[in-house]
């Protein structure tokens, strides 16, 4: 099945500092969300985008709708302690609407 | 409002034997996913539910994965016989309805020697 591409696999970053990841395909979609793990637990819903060219904020978070349909971003403002996780990039694929792709995620570690 | 509840949240089996895995939705919640996730992945949708019918089980392996939302609230995951690869922690989701806006449960681990 189509996959998503997300990177950069892994980011370390001192706090206060900004971070941007994205994910692609190949293929159009027809909604991105974007979903953060901690260890042991499953993926919290973060942000969720329906349209092309959308930007949604979430507090420091902020993630864009590709114009092509095919990408996705999401930037993370001042980052803190607590931001440390794993971040997933999702999406609807415009072939078929009942599935959801995930990314491979991004592990991002935040030194105090 | 309680969230998506599995069990058991971890289990060690050898292959070639079976296990199930069982999911409670949050209340209400109409649409009901089964993910499997593999150390340093993503997770892979397995099956979805609609109610107690199923609405894309495309990706689950048939020849030894079933699953079953009898009365369109709970369900179970079951794998017979598993193989080695099968090791994995494995999500359950719920959603109002269609696939946006997913809550997840903390999954359960499964190990098999």
């Known amino acids: 099945g189509q996959q998503l591409n997300q990177s950069p696999q892994s980011m370390f970053i001192q706090e206060g500092e900004d971070v941007s990841m994205n994910c692609t395909s190949s293929?159009?979609?027809?909604?991105w969300l974007w979903y953060k793990q901690d260890p042991g637990e499953g993926p919290v819903l973060l942000i969720a985008?329906?349209?092309?060219?959308e930007l949604t904020s979430n507090g420091r978070l902020t993630a864009q709708f590709g114009i092509t349909r095919k990408d996705s971003f999401l930037n993370i403002s001042a980052s803190i302690p607590s931001d440390v996780g794993i971040y997933f990039c999702?999406?609807?694929?415009?072939?078929?609407?009942?599935?959801?792709?995930f990314g491979a995620g991004t592990r991002l570690t935040v030194k105090p | 409002e309680a969230g998506v509840a599995q069990s058991p949240r971890y289990k060690i089996i050898e292959k070639r034997q079976s296990v199930a895995f069982w999911c409670n939705p949050i209340s209400g919640h109409a649409t009901l996913y089964w993910y499997q996730q593999i150390l340093g992945q993503g997770p892979k949708l397995l099956i979805q539910?609609?109610?107690?019918?199923?609405?894309?089980d495309s990706q689950l392996p048939k020849d030894r994965f079933s699953a079953e939302r009898l009365k369109g609230v709970d369900s179970t995951l079951k794998i017979q016989p598993a193989k080695l690869e099968d090791s994995a922690v494995y999500l359950c989701?719920?959603?109002?309805?269609?696939?946006?806006?997913?809550?997840f449960g903390p999954g359960t681990r499964l190990t098999v020697l």
């Open positions: 999702a999406g609807q694929p415009q072939y078929n609407n009942n599935d959801m792709r």
């Open positions: 989701a719920s959603s109002l309805g269609g696939n946006n806006e997913q809550f």
């Open positions: 985008l329906y349209k092309a060219g």
């Open positions: 293929s159009i979609f027809n909604t």
């Open positions: 539910f609609q109610n107690n019918g199923v609405v894309d």
